[in-house]
């Protein structure tokens, strides 16, 4: 299942934790919003980014490989044609969904990912859709 509205509210109920890829200390990026957003409504977020050391109060790991605990979602804020290596690195990781953000998809991404039997949605927006479907982890 790609994208579909099923696949959507399941990573939105069933996870806690967002690991994002690409997560920004720029409020004025999407990078940066989306996943305050996210960490607003009651979502753990764990960056990765190579060149930061904290965002949004969250200690940043340099690469997937670098987080010291199990991936879950891994939420992808990276330019398109970067993403087949991201989907490997995230099933290399044990990552069990991945999320391309609004405006970012890749085959190559989807066939790794689904291969590897990974939940998977791409070009959506996770503050769309959390909207749409009203899943909230808490009261914000």
């Keep these: 299942m790609t994208g579909t509205d099923e696949t959507i509210e399941r990573i939105l109920r069933e996870y806690d934790t967002i690991t994002v890829v690409g997560a920004s200390a720029d409020p004025a990026k999407a990078a940066n919003d989306v996943p305050a957003y996210m960490q607003h409504h009651g979502w753990r977020i764990i960056p990765v980014n190579p060149r930061a050391d904290e965002i949004l109060g969250e200690r940043v790991h340099r690469s997937l490989a670098e987080v010291p605990e199990q991936v879950g979602l891994v939420d992808v804020f990276r330019p398109s044609e970067q993403t087949p290596e991201i989907a490997r690195q995230a099933v290399a990781a044990g990552a ?37 479907t009203g899943i909230t982890r808490r009261s914000a």
């Design 96 to 132: 069990t969904a991945l999320w391309l953000q609004l405006g970012i998809r890749s085959a190559e991404a989807r066939e790794i990912a689904e291969s590897a039997g990974l939940l998977y949605v791409e070009d959506r927006c996770l503050i769309i859709e959390q909207r749409r």
